[in-house]
Nanobody, 127 residues
Framework: EVQLVESGGGLVQAGGSLKLSCVAS????????ILWFRQAPGKEREAVSC????????YYTDSVKGRFTLSRDNAKNTVYLQMNSLKPEDTAVYYC????????????????????WGQGTQVTVSS
């Protein structure tokens, strides 16, 4: 059974930091690109950051570049999203997702190309 379990969210003041974790099981983790996306109330889902499988190349949406850092530990089947200098507009539920399809090792900003995601973790940034 494929599972992705997010943790590490919470309430933080603007300018603060959080580190999200995503622990995966039920599939060959080091073959898959992993995406973090978020959804704020009343807004569409937004791809935040992605890490490819083999090279570990990372991608970030413009609004988080320079503030968020994505990494993976294939030995632990875990992806980490370090979030610094948090802003109120970062408030959302954050989800990690595994890439599906034939090009599953590579990142895509198209959320529907990811076939499983977890239950999410709430991040709330107060002003």
């Amino acid at each position: 059974e494929v599972q992705l379990v997010e943790s590490g969210g919470g309430l933080v003041q603007a300018g603060g930091s959080l580190k999200l974790s995503c622990v995966a099981s039920g599939f060959t983790f080091d073959d898959r690109a992993i995406l973090w996306f978020r959804q704020a109330p009343g807004k569409e889902r937004e791809a935040v950051s992605c890490i490819s499988s083999k090279s570990g190349t990372t991608y970030y949406t413009d609004s988080v570049k320079g503030r968020f850092t994505l990494s993976r530990d294939n030995a632990k089947n875990t992806v980490y999203l370090q979030m610094n200098s948090l802003k109120p507009e970062d408030t959302a539920v954050y989800y990690c997702a595994k890439r599906g399809g034939e090009t599953y090792s590579y990142c895509s900003g198209y959320i529907l190309s990811y076939d499983y995601w977890g239950q999410g973790t709430q991040v709330t940034v107060s002003s």
